[in-house]
């Protein structure tokens, strides 16, 4: 596949560029710096903000599908911080698409924003509503946008995210056949790249919420 990521100097965003390389998929990322990114053949890098539309627009053309694993850095999450990157960003993802001519869109999320948080335990309810509130409620008022909009959209709800190795698979569920998740559930960012690279090729998670945990 082409691919065009958005946050691909993240912990997430990078092993998602790696996975992706080593599967053999053309990637271009849209970055404001390199970072720790390899270089690779097969890796386009493009230097540019998320408000600058024509590069983005430049760097999402000819794509296949955009995964987007933008969201606020560690330790960023807290409750006394206000947050508006994703309420920002995603509108401009869109309009950038659109006038691109890309449908497909996979948006890296987290399991607790929107109508996921009715099916979390107590436990994980009170934390996002108290130490991850104003990251959450960003994302949400984001994705309102995205679900109205006429392109191919999946959101990507993982649990809390960790650097763990571990040779276990991940679940991956469709939320609307899930009734209720135990504790407070975690999953690799390793599985995370890689359910976000088996959603980007596969229809059948069009207009759908991946759900992940261990």
């Known amino acids: 596949?082409?691919?065009?990521?958005?946050?691909?100097?993240?912990?997430?965003?990078?092993?998602?560029?790696?996975?992706?390389?080593?599967?053999?998929?053309?990637?271009?990322?849209?970055?404001?710096?390199?970072?720790?990114?390899?270089?690779?053949?097969?890796?386009?890098?493009r230097l540019g903000e998320l408000n600058d539309s024509e590069t983005m627009t430049d760097a999402i053309t000819g794509s296949e599908a955009v995964i987007s694993c933008l969201g606020p850095a560690p330790g960023r999450s807290s409750s006394l911080k206000k947050h508006s990157?994703?309420?920002?960003?995603?509108?401009?993802?869109?309009?950038?698409?659109t006038a691109a001519g890309v449908s497909r869109l996979?948006?890296?999320?987290?399991?607790?924003v929107g109508n996921s948080a009715r099916i979390t335990s107590p436990v994980a309810r009170f934390a996002y509503k108290t130490?991850?509130?104003?990251?959450?409620?960003?994302?949400?008022?984001?994705e309102r946008s995205l679900t109205t909009s006429n392109l191919d959209w999946?959101?990507?709800?993982?649990?809390?995210?960790?650097?763990a190795?571990?040779?276990?698979?991940?679940?991956?569920r469709d939320l609307s056949t899930i009734t209720k998740i135990p504790g407070l559930p975690k999953v690799t960012r390793s599985a995370v790249?890689?359910?976000l690279l088996d959603v980007a090729a596969s229809p059948a998670w069009i207009h759908k919420t991946a759900v992940i945990t261990s």
Do not use: C, F, W
């Open 165 to 172: 190795r571990t040779k276990k698979s991940a679940v991956v």
């Open 131 to 142: 130490v991850a509130k104003t990251a959450y409620d960003d994302k949400q008022v984001s």
């Open 154 to 163: 999946t959101l990507v709800y993982p649990g809390v995210l960790t650097n």
């Open 1 to 45: 596949m082409k691919l065009t990521v958005l946050g691909a100097t993240g912990q997430t965003g990078l092993l998602l560029v790696e996975q992706a390389l080593s599967e053999g998929h053309q990637v271009t990322a849209l970055v404001r710096r390199k970072g720790n990114l390899p270089d690779h053949p097969n890796l386009t890098i």
């Open 106 to 112: 996979i948006l890296l999320s987290a399991l607790g």
């Open 85 to 97: 990157l994703m309420r920002t960003a995603v509108p401009a993802i869109l309009a950038s698409m």
């Open 193 to 195: 790249a890689a359910t």
